[in-house]
């Protein structure tokens, strides 16, 4: 009778397996999720959120793996996905401003064209996108420059987050390497 149980369970086992062998690898540059107001699902699964959700924005994380970034592997010059892998998307919740220019609440794409001393930010309205290969600058609802702040300490992972500035305004903050940069935007306060 323990034979009979034995040999289900493991051809079960050797089942699971040879199913999990035929998933694809996990991607070198995974993908990462950033809110404001920070920590927004949390927050609201516990009844703490207090502010209405803003933003959010979906991007993949490459590594610097001791390559030169910025100038080398991302070109000075050139429209960059903002990560790895799917340009990033960034989702408004509600109307903002970036550099006195309403944007309107929705979900866009977000590239950048890094310089030696600032970089120009996108907001495409084409989502959905591999990369920078078909960029479409005549879908361009902003241009704007962010200068880059060097920084004493290497960012390994390319990282993006959100810092409070005041109740109607706040910072994309984006690093990798020994570069920083800040996208500010606000909006107006809900009644």
Known sequence: ?????????????????????????ID??????SYYPVDYPILKIQNKATDPLIVRIIYGRP?????????????YGSVWRLGANEATEIEFFKD??????????????????????????????ETNIWGAFKYDSKKDLLRTSAPI?????????FTMLFE??????????????NVL???PFSWTESK
């Open 1 to 25: 009778m323990k034979k009979i149980i034995l040999i289900p369970a493991f051809l079960a086992f050797v089942l699971t397996l040879t199913a999990q062998s035929s998933f694809p690898p």
């Open 28 to 33: 070198r540059s995974p993908m990462d999720m």
């Open 63 to 75: 590594q610097k793996n001791d390559r030169v970034i910025f100038g080398d592997l991302v070109p």
């Open 96 to 125: 903002v401003k970036i550099d006195n220019k309403k944007i309107p609440k929705g979900r866009y794409t977000l590239y950048a064209i890094p310089d030696t001393d600032k970089w120009t930010i996108i907001v495409n309205s």
């Open 149 to 157: 702040q060097k920084q004493t300490e290497s960012t390994e992972i």
């Open 164 to 177: 409070k500035k005041n109740s109607t305004g706040a910072n994309l903050v984006m690093a990798w390497d």
């Open 181 to 183: 940069v800040k996208l």
